[in-house]
């Protein structure tokens, strides 16, 4: 039932399409008795200023941020997280007393997904990473925060790789090397490895036939984990499961960095499981 005391969250983007949230969310707040309500909030960026500064007078208790406003919206916060100020994005935001603090759990949610799907911890591992858009950078830095012994970044657009493996040597610590696309530092680094991030979007429906990088490349022992979540086993972690690998599917990144959202929003652990479900019956119904 939806009240006067009801504290609503949302999702800010444009176009908003398909999303997992609102669901994922609205079963945790159910489960755990929270007068909380998520809702979908289609915003153009023309008025996205407006929004964000009616939101924080609203009874918000914040919303989540995407594309194409994680980054614009930084400039509209009254505070941003150390993280998110690192990671150049905000996919969250919390409002308390009228004040919006701007946060990025992409990268907390996908190393909490590795840790409890891929069963390793972060710090002293040696990554991967395939692609260097928006989330490699939240994923590659969080990465580097934790303790990363060397991350690889590896791009179509050589250029933002290097860019990329600059910030987070000088931001964070010297951890990043840069390898060319099909090149034989690209080999070498894939077997050097014990993570292998897919940060693109190849492979994602409906070109579910595609893959990042060539299968032979995949090692028995290696982790691979692929940000795509529609289909839910891309084929790069069909392809990796076939070659002995351990595999960490995407949904896991979604939902934690949910997760992290909703302890941010409302100070309490939410049912992981139940929003497990939740998500991959809604993704089941796209
Ligand atoms: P996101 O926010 O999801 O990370 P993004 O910022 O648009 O999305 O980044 C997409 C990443 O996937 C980029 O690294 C992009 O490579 P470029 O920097 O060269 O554009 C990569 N990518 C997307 N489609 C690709 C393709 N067909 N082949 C190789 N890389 C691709």
Redesign the pocket.
């Known amino acids: 039932m939806i009240d006067v005391q009801t504290k609503l969250v949302g999702l800010l983007g444009f176009p908003l399409g398909h999303s997992l949230s609102p669901v994922m969310h609205n079963e945790a707040f159910r489960r755990l008795g929270l007068n909380f309500h998520y809702l979908p909030i289609q915003v153009s960026e023309a008025h996205l200023k407006t929004v964000v500064a009616g939101l924080a007078c609203m009874n918000f208790a914040g919303y989540n941020v995407t ?1 194409p406003h994680k980054i614009r919206i930084m400039g509209l916060l009254d505070a941003i997280d150390d993280q998110a100020e690192a990671i150049g994005a905000v996919n969250t935001v919390v409002i308390r007393e009228g004040r919006a603090t701007g946060y990025n759990t992409d990268g907390a949610g996908y190393v909490r997904a590795l840790e409890t799907e891929g069963g390793i911890v972060v710090e002293g591992r040696k990554f991967f990473v395939l ?6 950078r939240a994923i590659a830095m969080t990465l580097a925060f934790k303790g990363a012994r060397e991350i690889c970044l590896c ?3 050589l250029a ?1 790789a290097h860019d990329l493996a600059a910030e987070i040597d000088t931001r964070v610590r010297s951890c990043c090397r840069v390898a060319p696309m099909e090149s034989a530092a690209m080999t070498a680094a894939v077997a050097r490895s014990e993570v292998l991030i897919n ?4 492979g994602m429906h409906p070109h579910e036939d595609r893959l ?1 990088i060539e299968a032979g490349m995949l090692h028995r022992g290696l982790i691979v984990s692929d940000i795509v979540y529609n289909p839910s086993k891309t084929r790069l972690l069909a392809e990796a499961e076939a070659a002995g690998c351990t595999i960490v599917p995407g949904l896991g990144m979604l939902v934690h960095q949910g997760v992290e959202g909703f302890r941010l929003w409302t100070g309490l652990d939410p049912p992981v499981a139940a929003m497990f479900a939740a998500a991959r019956e809604r993704l089941g119904s796209f």
């Not at 692609?131 to 490699?136: H, L, S």
């Open positions: 594309i692609g260097c858009g928006g989330a490699a791009n179509r657009t933002k940060t693109t979007s190849i990042p």
